[in-house]
């Protein structure tokens, strides 16, 4: 039965019947906790990926591949990332599937993309939140593309390693910099990492930068005061 849903997978695009996909869900669902059931399913998914499906059928894909997905999909995942019409669903699913693999991909991806794509690769980069990602994400910062030095800046914060603090306090300064630096603030704030944290608030309190930034700056330092408590 399984079978069969697949061989309908292959035929799948907008508008077709989606029953035969919930056998798919269904499968997915079942195989929690099933090493080698899950193996088989990503196998299968997998196949369908590489051939030459609807870009519904996968997005359908890409989305179970999320759940499913180990190191063995990053390479037919990675093939996507360059596509406009699927990037954003490959993003998704490498974001979703653990292990250096998938980061290694898309930290590879930012120099093999377009600046569009790329924004949407950074933002994967700090959703997963792994500081390995830094090295790659630091010329970004210094892109020409001023949306692509913004995402980058986001993603430092996201990640808010004391790594990614040094690269935000070197980059030239802007409304989106700052934001990044409080963000990584209350990253180290929140894994205690108080000095670090403290050390980015005090730079961030001085005269010359906006009020609300330095309004921000002085309760992080205040926060950083109080757990040292």
């Not at 919930?22 to 669902?29: E, G, L, M, R, V």
């Not at 499913?68 to 699913?93: N, Q, Y």
Request: aromatic share 4%; hydrophobic share 45%; glycine share 4%.
């Amino acid at each position: 039965m399984l079978s069969e849903a697949f061989e309908e997978l292959n035929k799948f695009d907008w508008g077709t019947d989606k029953a035969p996909l919930a056998i798919i869900d269904d499968a997915i669902a079942q195989s929690h906790g099933n090493t080698t059931a899950r193996k088989d399913i990503e196998r299968q998914l997998l196949k369908a990926l590489d051939s030459d499906i609807s870009r519904d059928a996968k997005d359908y894909v890409c989305r179970k591949l999320a759940i499913v997905g180990t190191a063995d999909s990053v390479p037919s995942l990675s093939k996507l990332l360059k596509i406009e019409g699927h990037s954003h669903m490959a993003r998704f699913a490498l974001e979703r599937i653990p292990g250096p693999e998938a980061t290694r991909a898309l930290s590879d991806a930012l120099n093999t993309v377009n600046d569009a794509l790329r924004v949407g690769v950074i933002s994967s980069i700090g959703s997963r939140q792994d500081a390995t990602s830094v090295a790659a994400l630091i010329p970004m910062l210094g892109s020409s593309n001023a949306s692509v030095v913004k995402a980058a800046a986001v993603a430092l914060g996201q990640i808010g390693s004391k790594e990614a603090a040094s690269a935000l306090a070197k980059a030239p300064s802007s409304s989106a910099i700052f934001d990044a630096q409080l963000t990584c603030a209350e990253n180290l704030l929140a894994n205690k990492q108080l000095d670090d944290a403290k050390k980015i608030y005090q730079s961030l309190s001085v005269d010359n930068l906006p009020r609300l930034v330095r309004l921000a700056a002085t309760r992080g330092i205040l926060a950083c005061a109080a757990k040292q408590a």
